[in-house]
């Protein structure tokens, strides 16, 4: 039961990821498409997780976790860039 849960789960934040690209590539402008890189990012961890959950393997947690951190932080410097101009002052 738990692996057909785990199939569907997969499918579907597959096509949301999906989605997001078209949204990132069509977007009307530069929030929409900061927005929809941060919906990738979120939708790969979740990918990454169910496959580590899928496998077993507890490494891809680790890797969940890092991604995580530095969708984070490029969140930050692309809204930082978008309203001020740069990002390091």
Same mark, same amino acid.
């Given at each position: ?10 499918? /579907? ?65 692309? /809204? ?10």
């Amino acid at each position: 039961m738990i692996g057909i849960a785990l199939s569907t789960a997969l499918v /579907c934040f597959g096509l949301a990821l999906l989605m997001n690209l078209v949204l990132l590539w069509r977007g009307p402008d530069l929030p929409d498409r900061i927005l929809a890189v941060d919906t990738i990012v979120i939708n790969i961890i979740a990918l990454i997780v169910l496959y580590g959950i899928r496998s077993g393997n507890g490494l891809n947690f680790e890797a969940a976790m890092l991604l995580a951190m530095t969708g984070f932080v490029s969140t930050v410097a692309f /809204c930082r860039y978008m309203l001020r101009g740069d990002v390091i002052e």
